[in-house]
C-alpha cells in the first residue's frame, strides 16, 4: 500500500491546491454533458415514491415494531432502526424533551471518483433517485452507500464503483474523513466523505457525469440539484492556504471548543419508541401530540436505476423548512464567520460547530422573542445588498422525505460587533478548512455553508469577498 501511494505521487503534481482552485475556475467541460438537459432527461424516468401508512409499511415484508419496545426495525437487522430519545438540558428552552430518531450503526461511504482531464480536475457525480427526494433525482457522489448496501444485505444489485473505496490502491487518496450527519434527526451517525484521484480509465455509467468544482458551484446556486452527501463531500476538499491564520489562533480556537465540549449540559439517552412522552403512534405515522416539527412516515418506492428496484421504508418528515444561517465579515482583511458551539443530542461528542443560527421556521411564529436564538432577528431582517447567499436545498432524501433547509450567508458592515457570547466565536474560512479535514469539528450544515461561501468568494465573483 504505502509503495503504491509513493508511485502515485510521482505522477501526479503535489500542489492539490492549486489544482483545487484551477478546477474552480473552470465552469464548463468538453468532458461534462449539458447538465440542464441530461438531469432532465434522469427525472423523466419513471420513479414512484408514494405515501403509504405504518400499518401497511409494517404488514409487507421487512419492517416490524419491536413488541417490547415499540422500536421499528428491519428483519434483518440492519439498514437503520427509529427508537426514542430522552434528553435534557441545563440550559436553553425546553429543559426536557422527548423525541423519535434514527439510529444507524452502519457506516456509509460517500465517495467520489475525481481524475485530470486536460490539465483540470474533475469529479464523477451521479444522478441518484432517492424516495425522500424534492424532485425525486439529484446529484450524489459516485458512491453514496451503507455497507448494508455495498455488502448487498439489501439482496440487489452491487453499488457500482464502491471498488474504488473497498479496495486498497485504486488511487491516490484526496479527502478521507469521518463525519456527522444532522445531530438533530439522527443519533451518532457518521459518513466516510472520501475522494479517491484516479489515472486510468474509468468507464462511465449513463447516469454518472464528470463535472469541474466550477460547475459544482455553481450548481449550488440552484435549488435541489446537488444533494446532501455530494455537499459534505465536495466541501471537504482542502482550501488554498496552507497556514491558516484569523483573529484567534487555532490553539485558542480549540481550547475553546474543548472547553465547551468539557462543560457540555446536555445529556441524551436511548429509551423505547413507545415510551416516549408526548408522541402518539398510530396507522398513519408516529407524531407529537401538538403536531410538534416533524413525522415519521412510510413510503413505497419503486425505481428501475437502484441496486433494488422496489422496497418500503419509514422516512422522517420535517413539517417544515429549517434555517441555517451564517454572519461573516472581514476582519484585519480575511474573511471569517461567526459560528456556534452547537450541542445536540444526536451528535457523539454532543458538540460541533454549527452556523451562526439553526432554527425550525415552523417555530418562528409561537417562539416569544426572549426565546429565539441569538442573530436571528438580524439574519432576517438583513437588507438585501448584504446578502451573499439564499438557496433551499434538500438534505438526504434516503432517510427524510422532502426536507428542506434554507441556507443564508449575510455579510456584516465594519461596525458589526467582533466581541460574542461565550457559545460563539469568529473563525476564520481558512482555519474553517484546515478543522473541517478533520472528523466532527463542523456538523452538516456548516460545512454546507462552507461550500456555499466557496462558491461565491472566489476570482470570478465581486461579493466584495478577499481572495483566498
Known amino acids: 500500500m504505502p509503495a503504491r501511494l509513493n508511485q502515485l505521487d510521482m505522477i501526479m503534481p503535489v500542489d492539490l491546491a492549486s489544482r483545487i482552485a484551477a478546477s474552480a475556475r473552470m465552469t464548463s467541460s468538453p468532458m461534462s454533458p449539458e447538465i440542464d438537459d441530461w438531469l432532465r432527461e434522469k427525472r423523466r424516468q419513471p420513479f414512484e415514491s408514494a405515501d403509504i401508512t405504518l400499518e401497511e409499511l409494517t404488514r409487507s415484508p421487512g419492517w416490524r415494531f419491536a413488541p417490547d419496545t415499540g422500536n421499528l426495525h428491519h428483519q434483518s ?10 434528553v435534557t438540558s441545563e440550559r436553553g428552552h425546553p429543559a426536557e424533551w422527548w423525541q423519535p430518531i434514527l439510529v444507524q450503526r452502519d457506516i456509509a461511504i460517500l465517495g467520489i471518483i475525481a481524475k485530470e482531464f486536460n490539465g483540470v480536475l474533475h469529479f464523477l457525480l451521479q444522478a ?14 459516485t458512491v453514496q452507500a451503507t455497507s448494508s448496501n455495498y455488502t448487498q444485505v439489501h439482496r440487489g444489485r452491487a453499488a457500482r464503483y464502491v471498488e474504488y473505496f473497498t479496495q486498497p490502491g485504486r488511487g491516490r487518496v484526496l479527502v478521507d474523513t469521518l463525519q456527522s450527519e ?3 434527526w439522527f443519533h451518532h451517525k457518521r459518513n466516510r466523505n472520501i475522494v479517491i484521484e484516479v489515472t486510468g480509465d474509468v468507464p462511465v455509467h449513463h447516469d454518472f457525469c464528470w463535472l469541474t468544482l466550477g460547475q459544482i458551484h ?9 444533494n446532501m452527501d455530494t455537499r459534505t463531500v465536495v466541501g471537504c476538499l482542502p482550501g488554498t492556504v496552507s497556514e491558516p491564520v484569523g483573529v484567534h489562533t487555532m490553539t ?22 413507545n415510551r416516549l412522552v408526548g408522541w402518539r403512534r398510530d396507522d398513519e405515522r408516529i407524531a407529537r401530540d401538538d403536531g410538534g416539527a416533524f413525522s415519521i412516515v412510510g413510503v413505497s418506492v419503486r425505481a428501475q436505476t437502484r441496486e433494488v428496484t422496489s422496497w418500503k421504508q419509514p422516512l422522517l418528515a420535517p413539517h417544515g423548512p429549517t434555517l441555517a444561517g451564517l454572519v461573516v465579515r472581514r476582519v484585519n482583511g480575511r474573511l471569517h464567520a461567526l459560528v456556534r458551539a452547537e450541542a445536540l443530542p444526536g451528535y457523539r461528542d454532543t458538540i460541533e460547530l454549527g452556523p451562526t443560527v439553526r432554527f425550525m421556521m415552523t417555530d418562528h411564529p409561537t ?5 429565539r436564538p441569538e442573530f436571528l432577528d438580524h439574519m432576517l431582517s438583513a437588507p438585501r445588498h448584504s446578502v451573499r447567499y439564499d438557496v433551499v436545498q434538500s438534505e438526504e432524501g434516503g432517510r427524510f422525505r422532502h426536507a428542506r433547509t434554507r441556507y443564508l450567508i449575510v455579510e456584516a458592515t465594519d461596525d458589526f460587533p467582533l466581541s460574542a457570547p461565550p457559545d460563539f466565536a469568529w473563525i476564520s474560512v481558512e482555519q474553517l478548512h484546515a478543522l473541517q479535514r478533520h472528523s466532527y469539528y463542523l456538523g452538516i450544515e456548516a460545512r454546507t455553508l462552507l461550500l456555499c461561501l466557496n462558491s461565491i468568494s472566489g476570482p470570478d465573483t465581486d461579493f466584495g469577498f478577499p481572495a483566498r
Open 218 to 226: 455553481r450548481l449550488l446556486h440552484r435549488p435541489n440539484v446537488l
Open 367 to 371: 417562539t416569544p422573542a426572549d426565546r
Open 77 to 86: 437487522g440492519r439498514f437503520f432502526t427509529v427508537e426514542g430519545l430522552h
Open 128 to 141: 441518484k433517485m432517492e424516495p425522500g427526494n424534492i424532485d425525486m433525482v439529484q446529484l450524489s457522489p
Open 182 to 184: 444532522q445531530g438533530a
Open 252 to 273: 485558542e480556537i480549540l481550547s475553546w471548543f474543548t472547553g465547551h465540549k468539557s462543560h457540555q449540559h446536555l445529556s441524551a439517552r436511548l429509551v423505547p419508541l
